[in-house]
């Protein structure tokens, strides 16, 4: 998430999704009605498990000890599942559940803070850091049925500290102690898609330099009509890998696009969902793809989700790395370009499927 000057864009109002719901429990405002085809097929879970539609589950304590059996077969169902969904989750990945719980907790303390305390923290219009909807360029744009939190962790130059919340109390410190760990989390998945691609284990790191951590809470209060809202429209992730922790008994809400239908992403008792981002997407000349995702609502239920996106430093220069191009069998798909650049392109854009990456193809 690089910096934006702040605009003067015009965005029309943006109704609080929470003070929606609160004054007027079964009332969905016209601007976020999305048109039928927006609503998309769902597999319904059901089906899903009978098509073995299910994202792939990698076990990280089978990663721990290198070069035997278990390691092996397990890189290789990471790599089935970088090229065959960009989705997995990750199981038995080492991080305390009392980090993940505490930050799930300060978390919701936040987002059930009265909105003027929520107010002290805007995103402004063109920017994403903050408190409200990002992505929103114009007046008539629809609306995701989400309130978002989103911060700039890494390096310390990419924070905007007045945006640090002094409410609740133990917010900072629970998210600091929470972003290290998911950061040491990251590097250590990257080495192991190195692996998967046959590169050699440093790789991304080398190429990364101080990487970028931004994290983005995302708040899906219950919606009278779910069918007909986004929780969050469709889109790939701009970053090299994304994080996503939904919340203890979360109620099924990510869908993935899979051969033109959404697929719902059933969460596992204390596991994470990673995803691929562009970044990888296109230093892997296409190998592995940063699959499109949406989120979607629930008549009953709230569902909140920490998402942390990791990526290179916005100096670093990206394109298809060489080992992975072949001018015969396996030509470049994507220019070279600076990172920061492609981060300014992907946040001054509204959400809108897989388009970003246009930014980076080369059309033949
Ligand atoms: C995101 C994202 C999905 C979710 O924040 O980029 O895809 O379920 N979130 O919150
Ligand atoms: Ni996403």
Not at 260 to 280: F, H, M, R, S
Request: proline share 7%.
């Amino acid at each position: 998430m690089a910096p934006l000057p702040i605009s003067s864009i015009r965005v029309g109002q943006i109704d609080d999704v929470q003070e929606l719901i609160k004054s007027k429990p079964n009332k969905v405002p016209e601007r976020f009605i999305r048109e039928e085809y927006e609503r998309g097929v769902v597999v319904s879970s059901l089906k899903t498990q009978h098509l073995h539609h299910q994202i792939p589950v990698i076990d990280l304590s089978k990663l721990s000890k290198p070069q035997n059996d278990d390691f092996f077969f397990e890189i290789l169902k990471l790599s089935q599942a970088c090229e065959d969904w960009g989705f997995f989750q990750v199981i038995n990945h080492g991080i305390e559940v009392e980090v993940v719980e505490d930050v799930e907790k300060v978390a919701k303390e936040f987002f059930d803070m009265p909105l003027e305390e929520k107010k002290k923290y805007p995103m402004e219009p063109g920017t994403v850091q903050g408190y409200g909807q990002a992505f929103i360029f114009s007046e008539d744009q629809k609306l995701d049925w989400c309130n978002m939190f989103a911060l700039g962790v890494h390096p310390p130059q990419i924070r905007n500290p007045k945006l640090w919340p002094s409410k609740p109390a133990r917010f900072s410190e629970s998210l600091e102690g929470y972003s290290k760990e998911i950061r040491e989390l990251c590097k250590r998945l990257l080495k192991y898609i190195a692996i998967s691609l046959g590169l050699k284990e440093e790789r991304f790191e080398e190429m990364f330099g101080e990487a970028v951590q931004a994290v983005r809470m995302n708040y899906y209060p219950p919606c009278s009509s779910p069918d007909l809202v986004l929780g969050l429209s469709p889109h790939s992730d701009g970053s090299a890998l994304t994080v996503l922790q939904q919340s203890k008994n979360s109620c099924v809400g990510l869908q993935i696009l899979k051969d033109n239908t959404w697929v719902p992403v059933k969460p596992l008792p204390n596991a994470l969902v990673i995803n691929i981002g562009d970044t990888i997407e296109v230093l892997s000349n296409g190998k592995y793809k940063s699959v499109e995702h949406r989120a979607v609502t629930n008549r009953e239920k709230e569902r909140l989700t920490i998402v942390t996106f990791y990526a290179p430093n916005y100096e670093v220069k990206i394109e298809p790395m060489s080992e992975l191009v072949d001018d015969e069998t396996n030509p470049c798909k994507y220019r070279s370009y600076n990172h920061g650049d492609y981060s300014y392109h992907y946040v001054s854009n509204k959400l809108q499927g897989k388009k970003s990456l246009d930014f980076a193809k080369i059309l033949n």
